[in-house]
């Protein structure tokens, strides 16, 4: 709220600065025209992790749309622009669709690569574009707009109009952050996987991004035919990613003001440098170099990181006994009719020669706890990640509540009510501990909603309170869950998944790596929980085992090598042979 | 012939790619400054062949400093992969115009080889230049002692190994800094020789880093990321589409290999000789 207002009344005062000097307002104009681009860049890039090099696409193919409706048939100021923010929206789907098959810094290079069939086709179509030449002879100034202003020849005018459109902008951009869409995307940002075990499908997620970003680049490219009344070769010329890239992180990422400091502080460089200095491009280049070395968060992202003082974390001993788990999880819900929630039959996986999981038969019945037991290497992780969805498997069946599930995605495998901890502490570490809860817990409500408060989704809130309360966590909310202990992240863990509100829960090794007074208290918990959530829990201390367990399935080479309670289990020959090693 | 350039210069992007993760920008910036030391050398000692030595040398020994200078340190910092695609993009905005501080801007022109001018037959319609011959015989020399030096070298096991994985090849006690070092070093030296061979095809000048980089993203997207064959075939066929389409309809040339591009994404999203899950992060 304080970063709107200062926004608003930098954006009131700031021609006072420029002495009202044509030439100045222009450049303050454009400044701000930049700095949309650069916000909605960041919103890929800082919010949902994605680094785009095909902005140029989104910007370009507004700028020209606006340009071409109103030069060639006149259109309304308006309308022309909402056509030109839609082109880019249209541009940054199709363009994400496509590389939204790959990750990372090889998604960023096809977004390059892609972009510039714009950049060729704007070049080719000579007639409409201009070509090299750009586009002129916009008749900008002698169309009237629907809503009844005029853009006027006065640069005093023209600011304080685009001004207000960014202001706005800015608004929307803030808004749809805060909303249950804008904190999935976080989340993706900062856990692909854990995200899809929550149930978020993490590339359409992604693409809402693209859109979002898309929708205002295209509306900074519209603004910026506008307000220059022109439409150079250049705005669809891949390089406008680059110099994109560059203002947003001048600035620095994850912030709604560094954008507009980071596209100043460009142009600045820009046209001051130039005026003294013929080759000022060795300036920019070697100062983002310097920025990407020794600012990574950018200049607003330094100065705020410096100078907010995070309140200290109340010491909170964590209780002694984690409190009894009743409403935590919702109420039983109909397996299928034999009773059985879920069943393998046959499941392999190979991984090349390897056969990791050779043909196992399972099943789990309602209410039931199970262990799963067996020495490394038996195979006990892949055949959770084949449950989940997170691997395909190379051959049988997976039913769950009597349907298929078999080669489901993670995503889809999370909605239907199946929910797992790693073995491998695996959260959203650069969220805090309550967002941690309550991003899983939004999962059962909404993911793609871009509008309305995230934090005001009432049954959410109740549910995230709830998980935290019960695991001991609830002093520790506003910590980062990277600064957490070993143990309690190992209770964060299970809370991701239990928020989630499953039927059923596949816990990896939830004692891994705990104290015995740890052990203890989870045990008992993984205990008490089974009351109300079936559990298959893979663990390696034969004493949690054999003391929670109703039954338990022994996996040797990837088959399964025995199964029975654990006092069957005990006595089993075979078992003492291959596992028990006695 | 446009290809054998093409498979020189992406071959270095796609081993530095796969061995450490970085899409490496700077990659056309070597290819430009071997043009301009080779340039330099054939200006002061009047010699092409000197020419194919020192550039590659130069620009080898820049890409340690890069290396050393300035990746170092962003491994093992947070989104390391994205940092480096961040700095070498820095540094191939500012190193064009440090060229065109020293050089000027207009472009210089590179003389054939007297060896190697006119024409050595006919085929057809068409003169077959002797120095196109040439380069086509030295990518046909120089392909199979740079695959003999991947894959039957204890370097190249290490590359291969560390492409992998990385953690592994660290943890068996081999110095993986230094291979990385090798290895950048490696795919500069190779950039520059492309760009001195390439030289007398076209003037010298501080652009033609940029539009070299963006044809080997293609190649190495076509012919999917860290395989050698991969980068041969993709460098061969998007050489060959650009030549093709230059010579029945000049305009279509630059959109053509954009399309292929595309075509490869939607059918085979790893690339025709990618394999499985790899590079893919």
Request: hydrophobic share 50%; charged share 15%.
């Amino acid at each position: 709220m304080k970063g709107l207002i200062l926004a608003a009344l930098v954006l009131a005062t700031a021609p006072l600065y420029a002495d009202y000097t044509p030439f100045y307002l222009g450049l303050l104009t454009e400044v701000l025209v930049f700095g949309l681009f650069a916000l909605a860049y960041d919103v890929l890039l800082g919010h949902a992790g994605v680094l785009s090099l095909g902005h140029s696409a989104f910007v370009g193919v507004a700028a020209y749309t606006t340009g071409i409706l109103l030069a060639r048939y006149q259109l309304a100021l308006e309308p022309a622009i909402l056509a030109g923010a839609v082109g880019g929206l249209l541009t940054s789907l199709l363009l994400g669709v496509l590389v939204l098959r790959k990750r990372g810094v090889y998604l960023a290079m096809l977004t390059l690569a892609l972009s510039q069939v714009f950049y060729y086709a704007v070049l080719m179509w000579t007639t409409v574009t201009g070509g090299t030449d750009g586009l002129g002879n916009l008749p900008i100034l002698h169309l009237s707009a629907p809503l009844g202003w005029r853009l006027s020849k006065r640069p005093i005018t023209r600011y304080y109009v685009v001004a207000t459109v960014i202001f706005l902008a800015m608004l929307a951009i803030r808004h749809v952050l805060g909303s249950p869409l804008g904190r999935a995307m976080r989340a993706v940002k900062g856990n692909e996987t854990r995200a899809a075990a929550c149930g978020y499908d993490t590339r359409r997620i992604k693409l809402a991004a693209f859109a979002i970003s898309g929708f205002f680049s295209g509306l900074a490219g519209a603004l910026l035919t506008v307000v220059l009344e022109f439409v150079p070769i250049e705005n669809i010329h891949w390089q406008m990613s680059g110099t994109v890239l560059i203002m947003t992180l001048f600035g620095g990422t994850s912030t709604l003001l560094g954008p507009f400091v980071g596209a100043g502080m460009f142009i600045w460089m820009r046209d001051f440098l130039s005026k003294h200095l013929e080759y000022w491009e060795v300036f920019v280049g070697g100062a983002f170099v310097l920025i990407v070395l020794f600012l990574p968060d950018g200049i607003v992202g330094t100065l705020t990181r410096v100078l907010a003082r995070r309140p200290p974390e109340p010491a909170g001993a964590p209780a002694d006994q984690l409190p009894e788990p009743a409403g935590l999880v919702g109420a039983a819900r109909p397996a299928s009719p034999d009773g059985r929630l879920l069943e393998s039959r046959g499941l392999r996986k190979t991984f090349g020669g390897l056969t990791a999981v050779n043909g196992v038969d399972f099943q789990v019945r309602m209410g039931e706890l199970r262990s799963v037991i067996g020495p490394n290497g038996a195979g006990k992780t892949t055949f959770f990640n084949l449950l989940t969805g997170v691997l395909p498997p190379s051959g049988g069946r997976i039913l769950f509540k009597g349907h298929d599930i078999t080669g489901l995605p993670a995503h889809a495998v999370s909605r239907l009510g199946i929910a797992r901890s790693y073995q491998v502490t695996n959260i959203f570490g650069d969220l805090t501990v309550y967002e941690n809860v309550r991003i899983a817990a939004q999962s059962r409500v909404t993911h793609y909603r871009f509008w309305g408060r995230a934090d005001a989704l009432a049954l959410v809130n109740q549910r995230a309170e709830e998980i935290l309360h019960h695991l001991g966590l609830a002093v520790q909310r506003h910590a980062l869950a990277r600064e957490l202990s070993h143990g309690e992240q190992r209770y964060l863990e299970i809370g991701i998944a239990l928020a989630t509100d499953p039927d059923f829960l596949l816990l990896d090794e939830p004692t891994a790596g705990m104290s015995p007074d740890e052990t203890r208290r989870t045990a008992a918990f993984v205990r008490r929980l089974a009351g109300h959530v079936t559990i298959v829990v893979v663990e390696h201390d034969m004493e949690v085992v054999m003391g929670i367990s109703d039954r338990i399935t022994v996996l040797n080479y990837g088959e399964v090598l025995a199964e029975g309670t654990p006092a069957e289990i005990r006595e089993n020959a075979d078992v003492r042979r291959v596992y028990l090693r006695d | 012939m446009n290809g054998c350039i093409l498979i020189l210069v992406a071959l270095g992007l796609s081993i530095v790619f796969g061995l450490m993760g970085i899409i490496n920008f700077a990659h056309g910036i070597f290819y430009m400054l071997g043009a301009y030391a080779g340039w330099l050398t054939v200006q002061v000692t009047g010699s092409f062949w000197l020419a194919l030595l020192t550039a590659p040398a130069a620009v080898g020994l820049l890409g340690i400093l890069v290396e050393r200078g300035v990746l170092q340190r962003i491994y093992g910092t947070k989104n390391a992969t994205f940092a480096g695609v961040l700095v070498t993009y820095g540094l191939a905005i500012m190193i064009p115009d440090l060229v065109r501080m020293t050089f000027g801007r207009p472009g210089k022109p590179f003389a054939v080889p007297a060896a190697l001018t006119g024409s050595l037959f006919r085929l057809g319609e068409i003169d077959v230049h002797a120095y196109r011959v040439f380069i086509l015989g030295v990518t046909a020399v120089l392909l199979p002692l740079l695959w003999l030096l991947l894959n039957r070298t204890n370097l190249g096991l290490v590359i291969r190994a560390g492409t992998s994985d990385n953690l592994m090849v660290q943890l068996l006690g081999i110095n993986v800094a230094q291979t990385w070092t090798i290895t950048y070093a490696l795919g500069a030296a190779l950039a520059a020789f492309a760009g001195v061979i390439t030289a007398p095809l076209v003037a010298v000048a501080p652009e033609m880093g940029g539009l070299v980089l963006i044809e080997c993203f293609i190649v190495t997207v076509v012919g999917g990321m860290g395989t050698f064959l991969g980068v041969v075939a993709g460098g061969l066929l998007i050489g060959e589409a650009l030549a093709l389409t230059g010579m029945l309809y000049d305009v279509l040339a630059d959109v053509v290999i954009y399309l292929a591009m595309a075509l490869v994404l939607l059918v085979r999203p790893r690339g025709l000789f990618g394999q499985e899950g790899m590079s893919e992060e």
